[in-house]
């Protein structure tokens, strides 16, 4: 059994700065990618920024030059520093990893999602 458990959401205001962070856990063989996906309401759930076990990175194009991502691969831990938020970036963030289990290990990683952690930017 895997859990991702997201914190570090909160209220800010605009211009603000928030860091997330999502701890995997359970039977965890390997962790290859892992990501930050957001959803506004009446929204399709984007990508935000997603890093290799090897620590390349992507951004959507919106959040570049404000966010980071990074981890610890000791932690089985991913980060999101986020900062000069705008009220544009309010939205539910999920943590996303591909993974592989103790159980599944040969096997191609599965894909594990966290429950969320709400980011409100008010102007």
């Known amino acids: 059994q895997v859990q991702l458990v997201e914190s570090g959401g909160g209220l800010v205001q605009s211009g603000g700065s928030l860091r997330l962070s999502c701890a995997a856990s359970?039977?965890?063989?390997?962790?290859?990618?892992m990501g930050w996906y957001r959803q506004a309401p009446g929204k399709r759930r984007e990508l935000v920024a997603r890093?290799?076990?090897?620590?390349?990175?992507n951004y959507v194009d919106s959040v570049k030059g404000r966010f980071t991502i990074s981890r610890d691969n000791a932690k089985n831990t991913v980060y999101l520093q986020m900062n000069s938020l705008n009220p544009d970036d309010t939205a539910v963030y999920y943590c996303?990893?591909?993974?592989?289990?103790?159980?599944?290990?040969?096997?191609?990683?599965?894909?594990?999602w966290g429950q969320g952690t709400q980011v409100t930017v008010s102007p």
């Open positions: 890093i290799t076990s090897g620590g390349f990175t």
């Open positions: 359970g039977s965890i063989f390997s962790i290859d990618d």
């Open positions: 996303n990893a591909d993974l592989t289990t103790t159980q599944n290990m040969g096997m191609m990683p599965s894909n594990y």
